[in-house]
């Protein structure tokens, strides 16, 4: 089983270091929540039980309900774009969301099988749309895309449904809401490229606004006893945004910060850019959060006598 979307920024790469840490932490019986799926690699590598994975991509979200509960007439639907697959039925195929009426007569999954036929056969698999929400990303030129991947379909389809795995179109925000004690929460965002950058991956975008509003997310949560565990980029701003020192709570006295974060530097290859010179190694960070080990206040009080 792995991924049924190739996916530009996918974390294929850095599971290695992500899954050892998610299984150090989980329990069978917390649930893994991931608020930007995106291609799933993580969740479905670590084939957890008890999952909450959500997008605010819209048709992402309906792609994996239909691989969820109707992949047969998914595979059949792709089979057909295989069959037809040219550059003049790409083009007729991603201009479909120009025409909103059109567009909104479409079944799940003719727009499912539809995000999947523009995503194997798209440039470098990125899913791109300009302010009016539009995909606007150019056709690949591949041999022999893998258009039908059916029996991958099946088994994630499969995997979906014998555990208890919970699909939303939500803000990451309200995606979390629900979390408890003990769950695990990874959040994979647009990554931030200071003053440039691929943030159009939905076309709200997501700027350091949103990542302080990410920040303050992950504080509540751990706060709340969960465990969080976030990547993007080695950028200054990430790296002081993510600062033990950077820490509010305003129901919290100064003195009982609970929030700590480890962070850690990882190479990784990307290949978004277009141009040669953008497609290298490039530093990644993991930033790992969860409550101190905190000293009781009976034990801080006999020091404080002691020291005195």
Known sequence: ??????????KGQLLPYIIPKIRQYITPQARFHEPFVGGGAVFIKLNHKRVHINDLNRELINTYKVVKFEPGP?????????????????????????????????????????????NKTCYNGLYRVN???KFNTPIGYYENPNIV??????????????????ITNLSFKS?????????????DPPYDYSDKGFTTYTRQGFNH????????????????????LISNNDTEYVRTLFDDNNYEIDTLPA?????????????????????????????EVLIFGRKKQEIPTSKLSRQAA???
């Not at 089983?1 to 996918?10: R, S, T, Y």
């Not at 809401?177 to 959040?187: P, T």
């Not at 920040?215 to 709340?224: G, N, P, T």
């Open 1 to 10: 089983m792995k991924p049924f979307l190739k996916w530009a920024g996918g």
């Open 74 to 118: 998914l595979i059949e639907k792709l089979k057909e774009h295989a069959a037809s697959h040219s550059e003049t039925h790409y083009y007729r195929i991603r201009a479909l969301d120009r025409d909103k009426g059109k567009f909104q007569k479409m079944t799940r999954i003719e727009r499912a099988a539809r995000t999947i036929y523009l």
């Open 131 to 133: 302010r009016e929400g």
């Open 149 to 166: 991947d059916e029996d991958n379909i099946l088994a994630v389809s499969d995997y979906l449904r014998r555990n208890r795995v919970k």
């Open 175 to 187: 995606a979390v809401r629900n979390a408890v004690k003990g769950d695990f929460i990874y959040f």
């Open 209 to 228: 606004y949103d990542l302080d509003d990410l920040k303050e997310c992950s504080d509540a949560l751990i706060h709340k006893g969960c465990y969080v």
């Open 255 to 283: 003195t009982n910060h609970t929030v700590s974060y480890d962070i850690e530097e990882i190479p990784a290859n990307r290949t978004i850019n277009s141009k040669g010179d953008g497609r290298n190694k490039v530093q």
């Open 306 to 308: 002691i020291h005195y």
